[in-house]
């Protein structure tokens, strides 16, 4: 397979990621506002997604080939992969119960930032200020979407919060998973790191809906299989597929992508209304992941060559 084709079925992939990845928030949205809880509602998706993506890694080839782990191997997956992520759907779902889907996308579109300055230090060069520029404008972003709540508006401080929190969780995430990824296939990691989350989340989802109980009628358990058969098995075996053959921030410029279509599944299944806000701060995040993730000068020279 030539490079050029190899990399237009990632971004197929990577696309169908977007799409899948923006009905799952919105369907988590919906369960948190009619009854589950956040922990709960996260914690069990990513430990039956974990448990269902293994055992199509065990018992078929349709994901490539399933070696052992060394035991150092699972002692990383543990920490690198599912403490990171399970400490990222706790932000994640807690921002989706708080305020609205497409406020929670933004913040994890502006994830790409992050992880740009995560992967470097700052130097005097070019390359560092346009990282660094890029995320001046995505906090320039994250502020419009702060301001309404900080004016007493109908969002939540407590929910965008959150969201920021998430967004730099996920980051983290992704880093950790390109490490893990050197040794271990993509999809094993997602497999691994999602069904160590759930275990890791088990005990305070217990807790959490010892009180209250769960909701196990038709729409909820519906709602529920979608986000884990196609906004977490599907989704995430791809993403850490081309979290294998691209760098992170590569990967996560389609980030860009998942709050419209979030914005646009919450508008038509939630009622919820696309704001100027969200166009304000839209236009601010992705402007900052495209300064930092496109080397212009490159690109100038390629045009005045051609």
Not at 244 to 267: D, E, G, Y
Request: proline residues 4%.
């Amino acid at each position: 397979m030539s490079e050029k084709k190899g990399d237009s079925i990632i971004v197929g992939n990577l696309l169908l990621v977007v799409l899948l990845w923006g009905g799952n928030n919105v369907g988590t949205r919906w369960l948190l506002v009619h009854g589950w809880q956040p922990i709960w509602t996260g914690g069990m998706r990513f430990l039956l997604a974990g448990l269902m993506l293994l055992a199509v890694l065990r018992f078929t080839g349709w994901l490539g080939r399933f070696p052992p782990l060394a035991r150092e191997q699972r002692r990383q997956l543990w920490l690198r992969g599912g403490l990171s992520l399970a400490v990222y759907v706790v932000a994640f779902c807690w921002a989706l119960k708080l305020t609205a889907a497409a406020h929670v996308a933004l913040y994890i579109g502006a994830s790409p930032v992050w992880s740009l300055v995560m992967e470097g230090r700052p130097q005097r060069n070019w390359a560092s200020a346009r990282r660094y520029a890029a995320a001046l404008l995505a906090l320039a972003g994250v502020l419009v979407l702060f301001w309404p709540a900080l004016k007493g508006a109908s969002f939540s401080l407590a929910g965008e919060l959150c969201g920021l929190f998430a967004s730099f969780g996920w980051a983290v995430f992704n880093i950790q998973g390109r490490v893990l990824a050197r040794e271990i296939s993509g999809v094993e990691v997602a497999a691994h790191s999602m069904w160590m989350s759930g275990v890791l989340l088990l005990p305070l989802s217990l807790v959490e809906i010892w009180p209250h109980g769960v909701v196990l009628d038709a729409p909820h358990l519906g709602v529920q299989g979608f986000n884990i058969l196609l906004g977490s098995v599907v989704p995430y075996a791809l993403w850490n597929s081309a979290l294998r053959h691209w760098q992170t921030s590569r990967v996560m410029l389609f980030n860009n992508a998942i709050p419209l279509s979030t914005a646009v599944w919450a508008h038509f299944c939630l009622g919820e209304a696309i704001t100027s806000t969200f166009w304000a701060a839209m236009t601010l995040i992705v402007a900052g992941v495209l300064l930092g993730q496109i080397d212009w000068a490159k690109m100038f020279r390629q045009s005045e060559s051609s």
